[in-house]
């Protein structure tokens, strides 16, 4: 298994301002991932952080809203960028590990972030 | 585009009773997860589920995977406050190899 922090845990922010959520791994993988999830709604990929390269944006994300670092194979950020209302949602770091012959993703435990 | 739908989207029952929850895909599953979230919180991994008419059980919780591979339960036994929660099915895309998940459903149980 894989056990994943986050930090912050929960903030509220202003309208305009950014804010970088902090996913820590207790073992190196290569894939991390964040999701969103939206009030009431089920998780969205935002994208695929891989160590050494450029993160992969799913479909209606992009770099200069949401830039994604990933410096080393346990740790990895997420920044939401000059952030609306709409922002408002949980935001989950994800890992795959690999046991044998499986894959299993496992999730942080989520940022719920509020905006003003 | 693959797509989860689970049903029922929520669910009161009263401790003690059980409940079956199903999840259905558009196309063939070739992994499917079976995840719990607490209200606001992140998702806590239950079990995978591979093989046609695998069964897999945890505790009070049984998932099964049916023989075509589109279609499975979790079914919880003598529920309990503390099996409430969201549960949500994961798979891995047919088209994109990444995971997506089912609409969820909200689980509440009263003593």
């Known amino acids: 298994s894989a056990v994943i922090s986050q930090k912050p845990s929960r903030d509220i922010c202003q309208r305009g301002t950014s804010l970088t959520i902090q996913c820590q791994v207790d073992?190196?993988?290569?894939?991390m991932f964040w999701y969103r999830q939206q009030p009431g709604q089920s998780l969205t990929l935002i994208a695929t952080?891989?160590?050494?390269?450029?993160?992969?944006?799913e479909s209606g994300f992009v770099i200069d809203k949401f830039p994604i670092s990933r410096p080393n194979l346990t740790f990895s950020t997420l920044t939401v960028s000059n952030m609306s209302p709409e922002d408002s949602s949980i935001y989950l770091c994800?890992?795959?590990?690999?046991?044998?012959?499986?894959?299993?993703?496992?999730f942080g435990p989520g940022t719920r972030l509020t905006v003003l | 585009s693959q797509e989860l739908e689970q049903s029922p989207q929520s669910l009161i029952v009263q401790e003690g009773k059980n409940l079956t929850i199903n999840c259905t895909s558009s196309?063939?599953?070739?992994?499917l997860y079976w995840y719990k979230q607490k209200y606001g919180e992140g998702l806590i991994f239950l079990m995978m589920l591979q093989k046609g008419g695998e069964e897999k059980s945890h505790e009070k919780i049984t998932a099964k995977l049916d023989e075509k591979k589109q279609q499975s339960s979790l079914h919880i036994t003598a529920s309990q406050p503390s099996h409430a929660g969201i549960y949500l099915c994961g798979a891995v895309s047919y088209n994109t190899d990444k995971l997506i998940f089912g609409t969820g459903t909200r689980l509440q149980v009263f003593p």
């Open positions: 952080a891989n160590q050494g390269s450029e993160a992969t944006y």
């Open positions: 073992s190196q993988v290569t894939m």
């Open positions: 994800s890992v795959t590990k690999s046991g044998g012959s499986t894959d299993t993703q496992y």
């Open positions: 196309k063939t599953l070739y992994g």
